[in-house]
């Protein structure tokens, strides 16, 4: 069955270094949304990809986040400068319009 | 807030019983997705029941949706060990959103 896939599965980074996060979206799909998770709180949304662009972006999502889909399978968040907030699970997840399926998520550590 | 809470917060139970796990949510929806998590990791997706529909099943998971009092519930029968996690609902507003609302969830543990 087709599936997700996130790379790494955690990732461990000083502040202020970057850090990109890598997903390979179930391969028909032409949505793809990236969600983070802090530890203990609810699943929350980052943005949301369709044909090359944005689509929607939360307030979370500032000038120091950015997604790209650099090829035809993945799709990638940066971090530009990471702060100690930004640890948390990040999930990826691609749909065709109405079911969300998601990815593991990657675990990010900023020390 | 556009979501509303799950309820309960934590519910344990004996396996061979059912589970029975509520959402609410605050707005009109276009769906409403339910998905487990495993102790710190992914999200599962387990069904995804629409705004015109009332009940759907899949397997031991029965949903129903009830929009005008805005709320779901999420019944898991003959529940076993492997059933303990976290269940989240997640609601798609109307409007053109497709971003998922999620809830904090309600965390399931079946004593064997």
């Known amino acids: 069955e087709p599936e997700v896939t996130q790379t790494p599965s955690h990732q461990v980074t000083q502040m202020g270094q970057e850090v990109i996060l890598r997903c390979v979206p179930i391969s028909n799909h032409l949505y793809f949304y990236w969600y983070r998770q802090i530890l203990g709180q609810k699943v929350e949304f980052l943005v949301s990809f369709y044909n090359n662009e944005i689509s929607e972006k939360s307030e979370i999502f500032d000038d120091q986040f950015s997604v790209e889909r650099p090829d035809g399978s993945n799709f990638t968040l940066k971090i530009r400068s990471t702060k100690l907030e930004d640890s948390a699970m990040y999930f990826c997840a691609s749909s065709n319009y109405n079911e969300q399926f998601f990815g593991p998520g990657t675990r990010l550590t900023v020390l | 807030s556009q979501q509303g809470e799950e309820d309960p917060q934590a519910l344990s139970i004996q396996e061979g019983e059912n589970a029975t796990m509520n959402c609410s949510y605050k707005?009109?929806?276009?769906?409403l997705q339910w998905y487990r998590q495993n102790s710190g990791r992914g999200l599962v997706h387990l069904i995804l029941i629409r705004s015109n529909e009332r009940e759907k099943h899949s397997g031991r998971l029965r949903v129903t949706l009830d929009t005008s009092k805005k709320s779901s519930s999420l019944l898991i029968t003959a529940s076993r060990a492997a059933d303990t996690a976290s269940y989240f609902c997640a609601t798609d507003f109307q409007g053109g959103s497709e971003k998922l609302v999620f809830g904090k969830g309600t965390k399931l543990t079946v004593n064997p």
């Open positions: 707005t009109s929806i276009n769906n």
